[in-house]
């Protein structure tokens, strides 16, 4: 016995998928009413729709957004591995090119007029670490592990990029105003410090009690008073620029200019480095 269509046109007759002509279907999209076979079909609360028209509709549905206006992933801290993993690249290469080490450190010469001016410094050095005390970049990278872990999903990528960025840059610029110019500083301490107040300052904004946040910037910011040879400068600065960036993102007006005021606002941050930069460099004093 065989089976098939009794009238011969019936297949000439028959809908087809506009995708795939060479399929029969009967089953047609809630929304256009066009036939979709099954590599075409989408099962919605609705009923079946066709691909097209379940890509128009995504289109046309607002990106979701995070409670402070960043982009909403899927809470894996990617920008917060890609640190990590630079850390660990950058601290190899210290460790089997010694040298790589004097391309990187910062110090106040490097930006005034006595070298030639090499201002990047000031955010390479934030990516190298000691050779010869391995908790230095252990202790780094496991603060940033933790807080990044906590802050990027809460702002989204680029605003804790941002965030990591200017409070290291921050540390970078009160290591300049205040230390002897000659002493070299590196490590990411003054952006891990800026994570710890901003963590502060976006729990606080939303009322959540963070006490154990500020015993722990207190034990670490005491840790670099007691011991020598901790730059409890950078360390400063980049918990003010940590809590400004923060507080920009936590209490810019809410709505659709929201976004634009977040990056203005830490664009200002930004100038305001670059003036204290060009201050600190042109005020620089050795001995």
């Known amino acids: ?9 019936q297949a000439a007759q028959a ?9 029969i279907s009967y089953v047609t999209c809630q929304r256009c009413s066009r036939p979709a076979c099954p590599e075409c079909q989408v099962t919605a609360a609705v009923g079946t729709q066709c691909v097209d028209c379940v890509r128009e509709a995504n289109k046309q549905i607002p990106g ?32 089997t090119i010694p040298s790589f080490t004097n391309h990187l450190v910062y110090a106040g010469l490097y930006t005034s007029g006595y070298f030639e001016p ?27 592990y933790i807080c990044g872990r906590v802050l990027e999903p809460m702002l989204g990528r680029l605003r804790f990029l941002a965030l990591y960025l200017v409070a290291g840059l921050g540390g970078s610029v009160a290591v300049l105003l205040i230390t ?30 963070s006490m154990q946040i500020v015993i722990l910037i207190v034990i670490n ?15 400063v600065g980049g918990m003010v620029l940590g809590a400004a960036v923060a507080a920009v993102m936590a209490y810019s ?16 941050l930004v100038l305001l480095l670059v003036a204290l930069t060009l201050y600190g460099a042109v005020n620089v004093r050795v001995g």
């Open 180 to 209: 002897d110019p000659r002493v070299p500083v590196l490590g990411a301490s003054g952006a891990v410090f800026g994570l710890f107040a901003a963590m502060f300052v976006l729990l606080r904004s939303r009322g959540v009690q």
């Open 64 to 95: 979701t957004r995070t409670v402070f206006g960043g982009k909403a992933t899927d809470g894996r801290p990617i920008v917060t591995y890609v640190l990590i993993a630079i850390n660990a690249v950058v601290f190899a290469l210290q460790m």
């Open 221 to 235: 910011l005491a840790i670099g008073f007691i011991f020598p040879g901790i730059a409890w400068e950078a360390h």
């Open 118 to 144: 090499e201002p990047w410094r000031m955010i390479t050095s934030i990516f190298a670490h000691s050779t010869s005390f391995i908790g230095h970049i252990a202790f780094n990278m496991y603060a940033l």
């Open 1 to 9: 016995m065989s089976y098939g269509l009794s009238n011969p046109n």
């Open 15 to 23: 809908p087809v998928c506009p995708r795939h002509p060479d399929r």
């Open 253 to 268: 007006p809410k709505g659709p200019r929201q976004a634009a005021m977040q990056w203005a606002g830490t664009a200002l």
